[in-house]
């Protein structure tokens, strides 16, 4: 299948304390090159002031469990090479024609991720699915981002994300 490759080079960012409380991992490094915060003083005092008295709600998205690995060590998926890999699995499971694959890749390389993943629920077998779920995501641990963020105050977390990062971190911190 069709790579689409971003720069995974690697940046230092630090981060602000919130209401006082410093983190182990205050500097770390975070891959694709971005951080979510670009500088300090683009977050608002009043939003860490909110946080520390548990007036924010978290809202994560699949770009906070990259740093994550499974348990053969692998880094856990973005959403392109998720769906690149269930491709994969449904062409190992059910061999796909030349046409299909050379559509496939087309749909990759323009980042139709939502109709190769429409498709993929309709053609890839539930069973093999729920495994390849299980097995990739389900054993997710290593997230320094998670680690950070499931210390501070937060009034609730909110997550489209299939690995169980959330629930475990912040079971963990309390």
Same mark, same amino acid.
């Given at each position: #299948?069709? $790579?689409? +490759? *971003?720069? @995974? &080079? &690697?940046?230092?960012? =630090?981060? $602000? &304390? @919130? *209401? *006082? %409380?410093? +983190?182990?991992? %205050?500097?770390? =490094? #975070? &891959?694709?090159? #971005?951080s979510y915060v670009q500088r300090h003083s683009d977050v608002p005092q009043a939003l860490f002031d909110e946080i520390s008295n548990r007036k924010c709600a978290l809202f994560l998205g699949a770009g906070a469990s990259l740093g994550a690995h499974d348990s053969n060590g692998e880094s856990l998926p973005a959403w392109w090479q998720m769906v690149e890999e269930l491709l994969n699995l449904l062409h190992a499971v059910d061999p796909l024609d030349q046409q299909t694959i050379d559509e496939m890749n087309d749909l990759m390389k323009h980042g139709e991720l939502l109709a190769l993943s429409e498709w993929l629920d309709y053609k890839l077998p539930k069973k093999n699915f729920s495994d390849y779920l299980r097995n990739r995501l389900a054993t997710a641990d290593g997230s320094i981002i998670h680690e950070i963020l499931s210390k501070k105050k937060f009034a609730g977390v909110i997550t489209t994300n299939y690995d169980n990062l959330v629930e475990r971190y912040w079971a963990r911190a309390g």
């Open positions: #299948m069709a $790579r689409l +490759m *971003g720069d @995974v &080079s &690697s940046r230092k960012i =630090t981060h $602000r &304390s @919130v *209401g *006082g %409380e410093f +983190m182990p991992g %205050e500097v770390h =490094t #975070m &891959s694709f090159n #971005m």
